[in-house]
């Protein structure tokens, strides 16, 4: 790419000293139009930092709490920037072709944002996936102390679910690898921040069953039975484990 009148004399001065934020004009806009005002490619940016739960220096050269004005945000040497591109070009794609025909649009209509799928972290995953993955490759402890450091930072804002849901998904997901162990590990959390949650102590009796330990098992699906009373399952399982079937 041939440099601009206004980067060679730039690159004439004192490279830092000149550098001021927000700058005069952009210089490498690639995929938002290159006429975009100053004033709204940073608006685009912040859109970014939050929907991402990242802050500038994730995608651009620059020192963290450092002013702006040190930072290259023209360079494209940091490897998230073009991720950021490739997504943004995803995200036209998606509200400009793929929404914009959807059939019978409901209004008004929906558009997707970063923050649609990113949800405050850089790389978006599910709480049940994220769990599962490191009980699978870590171990069922370290899966329990990432849930805990995340719920410290995370709790209460839209980024992971907490509810029992996620937890009671990864556990199954163990139990049905083979792992009976691990689940109660992982199920330990429900108990402890959702001790009223009816399929959570369901799952937690078919783990004890799984590792033999039969009365914690009856403790556990009578405690199922007694917050849902209409679950089935549970109630058939406690007549076989009690000799009643
Ligand atoms: C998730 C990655 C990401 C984050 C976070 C991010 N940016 Fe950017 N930034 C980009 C991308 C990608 C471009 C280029 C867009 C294009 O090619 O159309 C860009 C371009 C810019 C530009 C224009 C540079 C030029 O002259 O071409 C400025 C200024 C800028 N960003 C400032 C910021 C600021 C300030 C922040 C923090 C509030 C920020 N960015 C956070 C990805 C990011
Ligand atoms: C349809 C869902 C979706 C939308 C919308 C979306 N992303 Fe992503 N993005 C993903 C997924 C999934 C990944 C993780 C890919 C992987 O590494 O497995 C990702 C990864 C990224 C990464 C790489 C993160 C890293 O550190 O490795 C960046 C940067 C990024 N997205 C920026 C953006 C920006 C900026 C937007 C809005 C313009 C956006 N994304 C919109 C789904 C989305």
Same mark, same amino acid.
């Given at each position: 790419?041939?440099?601009?009148?206004?980067?060679?004399?730039?690159? %004439?001065?004192?490279?830092?000293?000149?550098?001021?934020? #927000?700058?005069?004009?952009?210089? +490498? %806009?690639?995929?938002?139009?290159?006429?975009?005002?100053?004033? *709204?490619?940073?608006?685009?940016?912040?859109?970014?930092?939050?929907?991402?739960?990242?802050?500038?220096?994730?995608?651009?050269?620059?020192?963290?709490?450092? #002013?702006?004005?040190?930072?290259?945000?023209?360079?494209?040497? !940091?490897?998230?920037?073009?991720?950021?591109? *490739?997504?943004?070009?995803?995200?036209?794609?998606? +509200?400009?072709?793929?929404?914009?025909?959807?059939?019978?649009? &409901?209004?008004?209509?929906?558009?997707?944002?970063?923050?649609?799928?990113?949800?405050?972290?850089?790389?978006?995953? !599910?709480?049940?996936?994220?769990?599962?993955?490191?009980?699978?490759?870590? $171990?069922?402890?370290?899966?329990?102390?990432?849930?805990?450091?995340?719920? *410290?930072?995370?709790? &209460? &804002?839209?980024?992971?679910?907490?509810?029992?849901?996620?937890?009671?998904?990864?556990?199954?997901?163990?139990?049905?690898?083979?792992?009976?162990?691990?689940?109660?590990?992982?199920?330990?959390?429900?108990?402890?921040?959702?001790? $009223?949650?009816?399929?959570? @102590? !369901?799952?937690? &009796?078919?783990?004890?069953?799984?590792? $033999?330990?039969?009365? @914690?098992?009856?403790?556990?699906? *009578?405690?199922?039975?007694?917050?849902?009373?209409? +679950? #089935?399952?549970?109630?058939?399982? %406690?007549?076989? %484990?009690?000799?009643? $079937?």
């Amino acid at each position: 790419m041939r440099p601009s009148l206004a980067l060679f004399a730039l690159s %004439l001065t004192a490279g830092p000293a000149v550098a001021q934020f #927000p700058p005069d004009s952009t210089e +490498n %806009l690639q995929v938002l139009p290159k006429d975009t005002p100053v004033r *709204e490619v940073i608006n685009t940016m912040r859109g970014f930092a939050i929907g991402l739960g990242v802050r500038c220096e994730h995608c651009h050269i620059g020192e963290a709490g450092e #002013p702006l004005s040190t930072f290259d945000f023209v360079s494209d040497d !940091m490897p998230a920037k073009d991720k950021a591109r *490739e997504m943004l070009r995803m995200v036209q794609q998606i +509200n400009g072709k793929w929404l914009a025909e959807l059939p019978k649009r &409901g209004t008004p209509a929906v558009e997707v944002q970063c923050v649609t799928c990113h949800r405050g972290q850089a790389r978006p995953f !599910m709480m049940e996936d994220l769990l599962a993955h490191v009980a699978d490759s870590a $171990g069922a402890d370290a899966a329990v102390v990432r849930y805990r450091e995340l719920r *410290e930072r995370f709790y &209460g &804002g839209f980024t992971y679910d907490f509810g029992p849901a996620p937890v009671i998904s990864a556990a199954v997901s163990r139990l049905r690898a083979g792992s009976a162990p691990d689940a109660l590990t992982l199920l330990a959390l429900n108990a402890e921040y959702h001790p $009223g949650d009816g399929p959570s @102590a !369901m799952v937690r &009796g078919q783990a004890h069953l799984a590792v $033999g330990d039969t009365t @914690a098992a009856i403790t556990q699906l *009578e405690r199922a039975l007694e917050l849902q009373p209409d +679950n #089935p399952q549970a109630r058939r399982l %406690l007549i076989r %484990l009690k000799g009643g $079937g």
